[in-house]
């Protein structure tokens, strides 16, 4: 018998599908290139991938194609945003009740338009709804009470309005920056870093409390007529810029730690508030007649809306898909910036 070879190498959870493919085949094209047999670890938590051939050569050209298809899988959209750097808005009753009488309102009036057409409506059959992760582009997010779906017609087409579009307002937070921390070293990187910079952020911040507005509403994508994502605008109280400086710090220190993508690190920040958004709408099927809502007697009602003034407290590194006691996303790290006094 020949002599074999063996080594291993680490691949992290998150990552392992990867490398194993659609039914193995990412693994089974290895293999069969390399000559190289790749085991996986037999519990899920494990991360030590084994690697047999029959020379070092094959091994090492096993190892190579698996860092490529590694490094490709972490930029690609296929592997999801887990963390971000958010500045929490939800903290602020208020402003979550004003959201949520919004949402409430905003239901109740559709519900109303179209009940004059429900049995029309209903015999070409209701709209399907898009289940997509959440754009990783500068947002922020919000919460709900149970409604009615709602279809608005118009020029024979349907676009729905309904609960899974509007962000939840438990969940309301401007965002920094997003990030793909797939391993518990990353995470506890990205939670040095941002502890290590708290001076820094509060300097640009002048060492003095930071507060601001919402005000009106705005289409990112489309127009209000075929409305994708609806946001609130936000103003820094005084115009100053020093929020910007300080998100700035921020950003500039996570590309500096190599914790953030390429194609984030070149993304330029535009802190705003999203209210709506059709790529959380619910469904087993996305089609082209529910990737986009009606929101033109939105914009009538609250295009001038003033939702408030609001300090912003300080900046979470904020974890998707966890949520801690308050509904809010679960705080890996947090660093607080500076108070506004208390009156009397």
Known sequence: MGEKYSSSLEVDVPLMRFLKGKGGSVQKQIEQETRVKIIFPSAKEETLVALEGKSAESIRKASERISKILGEAVQSPMLDYSHFISLPLAIHPALVEKLNNFQRSILRASASNVDS???????????????????????????????????VKMDNKEFSIDKSIFIKPKMFHL???????????????????????????NEALENRPISIQLKGLTCMKGSPARARVVYAPVLEIGGEGRLV???????????????????DARQELRLHATIMNVRHRKSKKSNRRNNSFDARNIFRQYGEQDWGEYPVPAVHLSQRFKFDEGGYYHCCCSIPLPEVAQTE
């Open 245 to 263: 400086r300080a998100c700035k710090v921020i950003t500039d220190a996570f590309v500096k730690s190599g914790l953030v993508l390429e194609r």
């Open 175 to 201: 965002t920094v920056l997003m990030l793909k921390l797939w391993n518990k070293d990353r995470i506890s990187q990205a939670s040095e870093v941002l502890q290590s910079i708290s001076s820094q952020v």
């Open 117 to 151: 057409d429900k049995d029309e409506s209903l015999s070409e059959g209701s709209m399907e709804e898009i289940d997509e992760a959440a754009n990783p582009s500068v947002s922020v997010k919000l919460p709900v009470k149970e409604e009615n779906s709602v279809i």
